[in-house]
């Protein structure tokens, strides 16, 4: 069984900055051959996606964070974060962590969640 454990959440204001972090653990989870991705859920909305990082370092970003998110791995540290830049109000949510064998853009692709970690960001 995978476990994922997100950090880093918080409240900021307007135009500020926040890292989220995702440690994996598991006995039969191999980090680097997953890609792992950041999902937000923000209240009465569905889970949407926000960006993806493969086994081979490549990313893909939501058009609503592109050019302020950042998506990356440290493989030794079984890590992944989330750099999150010029945050606006519409970025507030519940941060998850999910992973996957594959690389994916759609929930329904990750089969690993984390507990989630609050983003607040206020105008």
């Known amino acids: 069984q995978v476990q994922l454990v997100e950090s880093g959440g918080g409240l900021v204001q307007s135009g500020g900055s926040l890292r989220l972090s995702c440690a994996a653990s598991g006995l039969t989870f191999t980090f680097p051959n997953y890609a792992m991705a950041w999902f937000r859920q923000a209240p009465g909305m569905e889970r949407e996606f926000v960006a993806v990082v493969d086994r081979v370092y490549s990313t893909i970003y939501s058009d609503s964070v592109k050019g302020r998110f950042t998506i990356s791995r440290d493989n030794a540290k079984n890590t992944v974060y989330l750099q999150m830049n010029s945050l606006k109000p519409e970025d507030t949510a519940v941060y998850y962590c999910?992973?996957?064998?594959?690389?994916?853009?759609?929930?329904?692709?990750?089969?690993?969640w984390g507990q989630g970690t609050q983003v607040t960001v206020s105008p």
């Open positions: 999910a992973t996957g064998p594959h690389t994916s853009t759609t929930k329904e692709q990750f089969s690993f």
